[in-house]
């Protein structure tokens, strides 16, 4: 295991960004089926997501986050290669897992991964989540999302301003405007002129919530 600070894009870090840790032993370097050349596409978006699992902390909670990941199996048993550009403890520690060139799968709609810095914040999402997993206590606020009520276990404050300075930071590295998408599933056409930050739940065709329009609304930035 090396540790090492910064956010790395194109192979080469980025000044300013030594908030960001490097664990080599939570790294994805784009030669397997768990990442995408991006073919030559510019990044268009910040894609947050909740992990949907307990509120990991500490030095080891990224490589413990990508082991979860590589053991993530479908319906058949068999492994679902996926992967996220960053992750983001319940004590406010922010990790890089894959450079930013290239396209991590934390979705189902290709051209989004071809186009997306995708962060997941450990965090179990949902009240019912929470219960399942035990991690009862925190406080919890009510969402709509795409017409549907959500009970949501909040993320920490730390988490959030983590994210916030990451969503900033990554903004600011690929050029992008400082708004975020509409609260609800966009179609393909929406999303393809979209710049700026998103969630999960506003793929096309998915099925998913997270982050609930959360992370999108923790950031301040203005909905188009």
Not at 25 to 46: F, K, L, P, Y
Not at 115 to 131: D, F, N
Not at 161 to 188: F, Q, S, Y
Request: proline fraction near 4%; include cysteine; aromatic fraction near 6%.
């Amino acid at each position: 295991m090396t540790i090492a600070h910064g956010i790395v894009f194109n192979g080469t870090v980025v000044p300013g960004t030594e908030r960001v840790i490097r664990d080599s032993s939570a790294w994805w370097d784009g030669t397997t089926h768990d990442t995408r050349s991006r073919q030559m596409r510019a990044i268009r978006t910040v894609r947050g997501h909740w992990s949907g699992g307990t509120y990991r902390e500490g030095p080891s909670a990224g490589e413990i986050f990508v082991r979860y990941m590589n053991a993530r199996e479908n319906k058949e048993g068999d492994d679902l290669h996926v992967s996220v550009h960053h992750s983001i403890s319940a004590d406010g520690l922010i990790w890089q897992h894959a450079d930013h060139a290239i396209g991590c799968v934390d979705v189902g709609h290709r051209p989004a991964i071809l186009t997306g810095v995708s962060v997941e914040v450990m965090w179990p999402g949902t009240l019912r989540q929470a219960a399942k997993l035990g991690a009862i206590g925190r406080p919890f606020i009510t969402r709509t999302w795409d017409g549907a009520r959500v009970d949501c276990v909040k993320p920490t404050d730390e988490q959030i301003g983590a994210w916030r300075w990451l969503v900033e930071t990554v903004c600011r590295i690929h050029d992008l405007p400082k708004k975020c998408a509409p609260l609800r599933r966009m179609n393909a056409r929406e999303l393809g002129a979209f710049r700026g930050v998103c969630e999960h739940g506003n793929m096309p065709g998915t099925t998913k919530i997270d982050a609930c329009g959360l992370l999108m609304e923790a950031t301040g930035y203005p909905h188009v």
